[in-house]
């Protein structure tokens, strides 16, 4: 009984949300004249549109590959950036227990007070000011800024719950604060850093407004794909087959690494 | 092997002293146990030794050296958790060796240390696992593994043993004493265990709200207890306390007439404390009424109620005797001790 009412739930739930993964199928597998025929199949199902994408013949697909190494790029650095700021800061102020090193990350926490969007501008200004703009490590940059503060709650959570003792043996075995680090502190935080990383990397992957604002022709697929929008006769099936190609890498990322996320992000959550 | 010297060293959290001018003399090559219930400060003398704990005022000095402001690395010491602190992710060679590793010695040397001190624990087969895949007894030994590879100038011990079923803490009592007997090595070991403490130390000290209470050899403390507390801490079963007046010679308690060797002033109150197994059973003496019986083969506790005190009678062997039956029980004046009702001092027989 109670897991048919839980089907009754989950069922919608799945609909909602596979429906619109659905329709970017559907027109990425139909030809432009299909493409609006409103079937829930294609007459002639066709792979062409991806053959498209891939050999960039297309106005708007001129640069599709440069693009995508431009996402690929932000995304890995924002990754390793974050994962360096969070990794650094979680240690100091859980296991060194740096003075004033809570009221840090309390601080850094309340900057998700302000919404993202509207410190988009001030980091335009501030990009423009330090000559990043249209550089990829503005894009970097501004992404770690909004990454760290959640990346270092988790990580300091999880390492709170490392054994004191462990740091007292090294301690005592003679290791100093460095070697404590990346002879304990780091194998042992493996599965929180998995899933940090990948936070922060997917958080990069999927940003649009702030790669919008802050490049303007070294741009990332997320701002190319905006751009089919810009006329009015959009191609729409090779948006759409170019958007489920941008899905696969986070899909994958993430199904690789489900273990970690579910694990990782939820290892701080409460205190055991 | 080296001395350890504590000189008035105190030390306070915030406004709550848990350490009052402890000195404590330590000798080379001596197993000295600090016992006491939780909170009486052993476990944070213990880490201001390994350097874990700032030291709030007084000395402390390692084989002459005071190491008041000495990293614990450079202290020469090695540690044993009571939750073993093994490196999960290493295995239980690289947990041995790791301090040597840190130390930037040579491969072959920490192969051989590491090799050494496996035999000596019987670790030989378990070198290639994490400690994830061994069980309680043999983390210990991992872990004092871990502290003889290192071969430091004092062992500390912080309560190693209280993870352990009891079968093991017996087991693994033995195996550190031995291990001491070979390795010789100055010993501080920490816990609350009374029992662990009289079999285990060449020298007990007895804490209490951080004060050492008494200081000596195991049976010295057994047998001529300096209060009440170390009287009452010492033994299990625990001594039976009650109080008495002193009247012509014997002290009256409990409505009879209890023998000592002491010469009070006539009529001075006092705690008198006889421990269970000097209150065998006789053909006649003081009249007990047994509630419950015990039998653990090799001897029998008796638990029995005089007047309104309820006392512990220990007997060899086994007794027929049941709940509610009436026995006489004889204690010998040699084998009562006497404390003063007020200061809780032992009062010297002359």
Known sequence: MREARLWLIAIPILLWTLLPIYHIFLFSISTKDSAFSGALWPAKPTLHNFGTVFRQEHFYLHDFWHQIWNSVWIACATGVLTLVVATTAAFAISRLKVKGGRVVMNAALFTYFIPAAFLAVPMYKAMGTYGLLNNRWSLVLAMVTLASPYAIWVLKQASDRLPWELDEAARIDGATPLQLFHLVYLPLMMPSLVAIGTYALLLAWNEYLYAFLLLSNNIPLAVGLGHFLASDDSPWELLMATALIYAVPPAAIYYAFRRYMVGGLTAGAVKT | ?350
Request: aromatic share 6%; charged share 25%.
């Open chain 2, 1 to 350: 092997m080296a001395t350890v010297a504590f000189r008035e060293v105190h030390k306070s959290f915030g406004a709550t002293k848990v350490l009052h001018g402890i000195s404590l003399d330590i000798a080379e090559g001596e197993f000295v146990v600090l016992v006491g219930p939780s909170g009486c400060g052993k476990s944070t003398l213990l880490r201001m030794l390994a350097g874990l704990e700032d030291i709030g005022g007084g000395q402390i000095a390692i084989d002459g050296r005071v190491v008041n402001d000495v990293d614990s690395k450079d202290r020469d010491i090695a540690m044993v958790f009571q939750s073993y602190a093994l490196y999960p992710h290493m295995t239980v060679r690289d947990n041995m060796g790791f301090s040597l590793k840190l130390r930037k010695e040579k491969q072959n040397l920490i192969d051989q240390r590491v090799a050494n001190a496996a035999k000596i624990l019987n670790l030989e087969p378990y070198l290639a696992r994490y400690p994830r895949e061994l069980s309680g007894g043999q983390r210990q030994r991992v872990a004092m593994g871990r502290a003889i590879v290192r071969d430091p100038k004092v062992f500390l011990f912080d309560e190693p043993l209280s993870n352990l079923d009891a079968k093991l803490r017996v087991a693994m009592r033995a195996e550190i004493k031995a291990l001491h007997q070979r390795l010789k090595t100055t010993t501080v070991y920490v816990t609350h265990d009374q029992i662990e403490a009289m079999t285990m130390a060449d020298r007990i000290a007895v804490m209490r709200d951080g004060r050492i209470e008494q200081l000596g050899e195991p049976l010295e403390l057994y047998d001529r207890p300096a209060n009440l507390f170390v009287a009452q801490f010492i033994g299990s079963p625990a001594m039976n306390v009650f109080d008495g007046t002193i009247r012509n010679g014997s002290v009256e308690a409990l409505g009879s007439r209890w023998p000592t060797a002491v010469r009070g002033a006539e009529g001075q109150q006092v705690k008198y404390g006889v421990r269970p197994e000097h209150l065998e059973p006789a053909a006649s003496g003081i009249a007990a009424q047994i509630i419950v019986v015990e039998p653990m083969g090799a001897e029998t506790e008796l638990v029995v109620k005089i007047a309104d005190a309820t006392l512990t009678v220990m007997t060899r062997g086994r007794s027929s005797a049941g709940p509610g039956e009436r026995i006489f029980l004889a204690p010998q004046a040699s084998h009562a001790h006497l404390f003063d009702a007020a200061t809780g001092l032992r009062i010297q027989p002359p």
